[in-house]
């Protein structure tokens, strides 16, 4: 495995395979009355978070801590960077406090990339602007794995704002690197126009995909996107790319339906279909915990080199 | 590369070993009552699994057997690249007062037994822990020591003791490989402990 996670596609079929046992392991932690491997005694974890970002601070958090790992927790409001510091600099500050590993997340496309050139520990991306967020990439292939068994030859449908997710990108390149069939359905303006570059179909018709879906991810409709003009109002975009119970009764009969939180429900999604047993949302919430565990584990638990 | 590895034990030895060692286990817990057999992954496990079948053979009683992966625990991680962990498995009824049976392939320094003791204190409380171990190579590096042996090997530190198993490996075997002039130390899995 190489030394950061920036992109999922950093990772080789074995390196996502390795995490993905690693994880089928680790989660069985989760289920011990003393939660915590003593694996990462004395390193440095910090959260470096520019955005806000409840979930994946906390999730990196617990994960560090669980293999007991000092975490150290920047974020960007109220800290040196309100005054102006630039990235390098604040780089350059962690490096001289012996961090270990940064995650980090960052508005700006790229910036792990940077942070990874200034700083000798393992940079991780928690996401960085609209480019990648590979572990929200690997916990959705690990919840999709404990559900479907072996992802090679499954089809995966994403469905939504592609053009401005992160999430979207890295799950393509996941996945294909998984085996996996991937299906994106958006409208024509929410969808990059590299996207015929990337490995997977592209289909505006949601109903003609449907039936054939081993899973279906929803991704949020970002609520300062619907006033942009990519789509005629929000009631037209939950009629033609909304998950409600109509279509999850036309989805197969083990078909799951995921989604990357937070969710807005009666949107992209249905109330009754987010609650639905058929629904991975809470055990995406869980799974990702572990998947940093492993993702931390293989970083930081060997000899760095 | 180094020299054909010797057979050391072959089948039949290490089926009478494991049956020697089953008899010692019942014999010393008086009649095998509360004991639990930890296997420490790879080749402790499946030994763990044949000692299981075994006690059940001899006492009728079917002795609870789990897995102990000691990975997290290992006080060398730091010098080789992360490593894949094995598999963790505890008996339903948990190891909280009862008398663990701690099982590997080879006991060498002692620091994988020591590793599997901290695992267990995360794990549970049993009432005793005692530790089975097919090879006991000698060289070691901590005060531990093994309550059941199937054989005393005495070996070079430089050797390399590699137990082989049906299961896993398609013969039941221990071989000893002798040094090589380019081998890097500590290069074999399985052996370490």
Redesign the interface.
């Known amino acids: 495995?190489k030394r950061h996670l920036i992109s999922a596609a950093d990772l080789t079929r074995d390196d996502a395979l390795?995490i993905l046992?690693?994880a089928d392991?680790?989660a069985?932690v989760s289920e011990?009355s003393?939660k915590?491997?003593?694996?990462l005694r004395g390193r440095t974890v910090v959260n470096l978070f520019y955005e806000d970002s409840t979930r994946t601070r906390i999730s990196f958090e617990a994960a560090a801590k669980r293999?007991s790992a000092d975490v150290i927790n920047f974020s960007a409001k109220g800290s040196s960077v309100s005054k102006g510091e630039s990235l390098k600099d604040t780089a350059l500050t962690l490096q001289a406090m012996g961090a270990d590993a940064v995650v980090i997340r960052h508005g700006a496309s790229g910036a792990p990339h940077r942070l990874a050139t200034w700083v000798d520990g393992s940079v991780v991306n928690a996401g960085d602007g609209t480019h990648e967020h590979p572990t929200q990439a690997l916990l959705d292939a690990f919840t999709m794995r404990s559900r479907l068994g072996a992802l090679d030859g499954r089809r995966i449908t994403i469905v939504g704002d592609v053009l401005h997710s992160r999430v979207a990108r890295s799950n393509v390149l996941l996945l294909h690197t998984l085996g996996a069939e991937v299906t994106l359905v958006a409208p024509p303006t929410l969808l990059p126009v590299t996207v015929q570059s990337w490995p997977c179909e592209v289909s505006y018709d949601l109903d003609a995909v449907l039936p054939k879906a081993d899973a279906v991810m929803m991704l949020r409709v970002q609520k300062e996107r619907m006033n942009d003009a990519y789509f005629p109002s929000a009631r037209e975009y939950s009629r033609r790319y909304g998950l409600d119970r109509d279509r999850l009764a036309r989805m197969s009969e083990d078909a799951i339906v995921m989604h990357p939180g937070p969710m807005n429900r009666g949107m992209e999604i249905a109330a009754e279909v987010a609650d639905s047993p058929r629904s991975t949302i809470v055990e995406q919430v869980a799974n990702g915990v572990t998947i940093r565990m492993a993702v931390l584990?293989?970083?930081?638990?060997?000899?760095?080199q | 590369m180094s020299d054909a590895p010797r057979a050391v034990l072959d089948g039949p030895d290490i089926n009478r070993a494991l049956t020697r060692i089953a008899h010692e286990i019942i014999e010393r817990t008086k009649g095998a009552e509360g004991v639990v057999l930890l296997g420490i992954p790879t080749r402790g496990a499946t030994l763990a699994r044949r000692l299981g079948d075994r006690i059940a053979q001899f006492e009728g009683l079917k002795v609870p057997v789990g897995y102990l992966?000691i990975t997290?625990?290992r006080d060398d991680?730091?010098?080789?690249?992360?490593?894949?962990?094995?598999?963790?498995?505890l008996p339903p009824d948990g190891i909280d007062d009862k008398t663990v049976v701690l099982v590997d392939d080879v006991l060498f320094s002692g620091r994988t037994v020591r590793a599997a003791l901290?695992a267990l204190g995360?794990?549970g409380r049993p009432r005793a822990v005692q530790l089975a171990t097919l090879v006991d190579r000698g060289h070691r590096e901590l005060p531990i020591r093994a309550d059941y042996v199937g054989k005393n090997l005495p070996t070079a530190k430089s050797e390399q003791v590699k137990v082989h198993l049906t299961e896993i490996d398609g013969r039941d075997a221990v071989l000893l490989f002798k040094p090589g002039p380019k081998q890097r130390p500590g290069a074999a899995e399985g052996s370490e402990g």
């Open positions: 495995m390795l046992d690693t392991e680790l069985r011990r003393i915590k491997l003593p694996t293999l584990y293989l970083l930081l638990g060997g000899e760095t | 992966d997290m625990y991680l730091r010098l080789r690249p992360a490593r894949p962990l094995g598999r963790t498995e901290d995360d794990v």
